[in-house]
């Protein structure tokens, strides 16, 4: 089966978050079972650098794509099967994928992912002959108009999937930009990418496509609410009979505790006092005291979303109690401003690093006792997931993708020895100072500490069950479709 993939992001080439993780790992996994996937993504100016020692065909070229020349490669990364798009007027700029220095939005953005998802549906309809693909499979609102072009321009029989994988992300512009998309005039109806008077990438995408999914059960669940479809319920309802929930897993390859290159000391669920040096490491890097108060660490953009607001009021209550935290992230500049101003206040007991660095988190997961994920919504998350593995407990909003990874440590689950971490369920104040309370009450009794980090060392946390779950539904749509 060959499966063209269509995303913005894709570890380890770009990222800025779960996506390009998911990105990257899944066509690994899916080779496993038989799935011959190719992904499409943007040539940034760091994706084309990295490109740049590579053998890579060129398998078409654009004199006017949107404006602009391109070309697209084949060529494969770290055994991922790509094509990139290299449009330099497009993707070759300063700043990240989406926003420039100043970290706003590049004007353009519908332009320049209404070309990626162009080229994408071009792929569907056999624009590269020796490779066509029996189903498409896009990722959030940076891919969300290749449904629109396969239908409208160039693979109607090609079935299609849409992973939703935050829909707050919705790519909602002016309906004015209609005019330069390249699609008929029938595709600005409810039925095809017109979302309350303006064009919907996302909405067109979820609408086209011939399943939705999303990256966990309960979020597949909260969607159909107002809260959380964030006006998308209604067409999610209207839907229902299509749209899955499917949990990301990790690649445990990478994140292996045992042999992770990034930490100071590997270590296993039958050897967790290797974890000890990895938390000295970690005092050192941050500046933090040496004492038996437990870390807490926090790996996150900074957002409202994320629940960071309550963390910077709550620094004061981790520290009475003993307790150390550190912090690796960026995002609203309030935000970062409130987190080192705490840090301030408590030199040695809070460490806040406003910045992306990979390996720090991989030391961060390696060497904290527990990781915080305040989430007000949390379509999977990915943080939980590698902190059970490195042995670090997860303390979570009972929310999307992290109820569905954690288990509470309630009195069944820890009589039946299954805890592996803390859920609470309101995401306010109160709650998130209730739950650092349990931790703290658990924190003083080791044995059951360390059965609750054990628990979590040995929970599945790989790809292998997920990927099941897409192949079935791949070939579901390909049979579907009469193919
Ligand atoms: P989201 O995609 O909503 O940002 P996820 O938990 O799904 O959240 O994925 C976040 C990913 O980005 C994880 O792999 C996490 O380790 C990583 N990450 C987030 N912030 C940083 C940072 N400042 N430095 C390094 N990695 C980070």
Known sequence: MKVLSVASEIFPLVKTGGLADVAGALPLVLAKQNVE?????????????????????????????????????????????????????????????????????????????????????????????????????????????????????????????????????????????????????????????EYYGDVGYLKGGMEIADAVTTVSPTYAREIFSPEFGMGLEGLIRARADVVHGIVNGIDTDIWNPETDPLIAANFSASKLKGRAENRAALEAHFGLDIDDGPIFCVISRLTWQKGMDLLADLTGEIVHRGGKLVVLGSGDKALEGALLAAADRHAGRVGVSINYDEPLSHLMQAGSDAILIPSRFEPCGLTQLYALRYGCVPVVARTGGLNDTVIDANTAALSAGVATGFQFSSVTHDGLRLALHRVFDTWEEPKMWAAMQKN????????????????????????????
Request: charged share 20%; with cysteine.
């Open 37 to 193: 996937m190719r992904s499409l993504l943007p040539g940034y100016t760091p994706v084309m650098q990295k490109m740049s020692s590579v053998r890579k065909a060129k398998v078409a070229e654009f004199s006017d794509l949107f404006g602009v020349k391109a070309k697209l490669y084949a060529c494969t990364y770290e055994g991922l099967s790509l094509f990139v798009l290299d449009a330099p007027a497009f993707f070759q700029r300063d700043g990240g994928p989406y926003t420039a220095k100043d970290g706003k939005d590049f004007p353009d953005n519908w332009k320049r992912f209404a070309a990626l998802s162009h080229v994408g549906a071009q792929i569907a309809g056999g624009l590269v002959e020796k490779w066509v693909p029996d189903l498409v499979h896009m990722h959030d609102w940076q891919a969300g108009l290749t449904p629109a072009y396969m239908r409208y321009r160039f693979a109607p029989d090609t079935p299609s999937m849409m992973t939703v994988h935050n829909i707050a992300f919705q790519g909602q512009f002016g309906a004015d930009i209609f005019a330069e998309l390249d699609l008929p005039a029938e595709a600005f109806s409810m039925h095809g990418i």
């Open 456 to 483: 979590g060392m040995r929970a599945d946390v790989s790809w292998e069950r997920s990927a099941s779950q897409y192949v079935d539904l791949y070939q579901k749509l390909i049979s579907a479709r009469g193919h």
